[in-house]
């Protein structure tokens, strides 16, 4: 089975967005895509399709809340736009 990369998907999804999107959606999303990735990078937990689980949000909430010392609206709206990607 062939494996989706997650950023490239993600980019994708961004890049396609554009005639449709506002401006500031489209930073907001390139932001957000950034911080998955200083994710993937700090902690070694590999962003992929089959990796976003319930072992995924844990490591990612503790990952924004203990090492990025972001708060709780910021945090939704990280995985506020991991659920419009995935759907």
Do not use: H, W
């Not at 396609?16 to 902690?43: H, P, R």
């Not at 399709?49 to 990612?60: L, R, S």
């Amino acid at each position: 089975m062939r494996s989706i990369k997650f950023t490239p998907a993600f980019d994708e999804f961004n890049e396609k967005g554009k005639n449709v999107k506002e401006k500031s959606t489209l930073k907001t999303y390139q932001s957000v895509i950034n911080f998955y990735e200083e994710f993937s990078e700090f902690t070694g937990y590999p962003v992929r399709f089959d990796t976003i689980n319930f072992d995924f949000f844990e490591k990612f909430s503790d990952y924004c809340f203990e090492r990025k010392i972001t708060l709780n609206n910021y945090n939704g709206k990280l995985i506020s736009v991991l659920k419009t990607f995935m759907n």
